[in-house]
């Protein structure tokens, strides 16, 4: 049975994730640089560690930075978690990276006995508060489920999606719908408004209509801090399988118009 769990990485995502494991009965150390945040961490019930403490201790590292790059570091650079790790610890990736960099990192976590598996998490900063975020998993089933009782502290739902590098695709598919449902509720409501439409009943409506999504749900709440990099990778992926996809082309362009914008409906398309 887990009982230390580490998060690297205590930001809108990894704080309340802290929180969720301290309450669910783990020990949790925490590596994050910014100071500042060390208060709440601790608040939350997070021991504030350094790297090399944490990777030496935690029978489970979640990863939780913004960018692969920092991924990348956190895994390969010298002093980092691959050679810091003891063997049989388990290292999860909750931040975004190509399908591929999963696949590498297993491959590179393999050879010192590590296991380095993708471990996504969808439906935003409020159900990472509640604890109801939605889990996408890849790995060997019997890792899964030793993996499981941490996630579930965290998530309302948990799904193998496969093999490494599956939760990343399952993600990016997630993506995919997600800012292409957001554009298109920016385009019907702005729309709508330009013929004195109660905007407020209409949006109410479609929730109970075919045209409701998760997004038209969440209007309002959505930073959109991720959307182009998202986007980017959902590119590349199609790029690299040779699919052609025109929408989310145009969905990546769009969101990178939108974002300072979004839920200006006045402005929309102006």
Known sequence: MIKTVGVIGAGRMGMPIVGHLNRAGFEVLVSERDSGRWTDIKERGGHCVELA????????????????????????????????????????????????????????????????????????????????LLSFVGGEEKVVDRLEPVMRAYSSDVVHTGGIGTAQASRAANNQILWACLVANHEALALAQTYDVNIVALRQALLSSSATNGSLSAWGKQTMAWAEDDMAIVSEMAVESGLSLPQSGVVREVCRALKPRRYRLEEYGR
């Open 53 to 132: 403490e944490l990777a030496s201790r935690a029978e489970v590292v979640l990863i939780c930075v913004g960018y692969e790059v920092e991924v990348r570091e956190l895994l390969c650079a010298p002093g980092g978690l691959i050679e810091l790790a003891p063997p049989g610890a388990i290292i999860a990736v909750l931040s975004t990276t190509h399908p591929k960099s999963m696949i590498e990192f297993a491959q590179l976590g393999e050879e010192r006995d590590l296991i380095i598996m993708d471990s996504t998490v969808c439906r935003g900063a409020w159900a990472a508060d509640e604890g109801t």
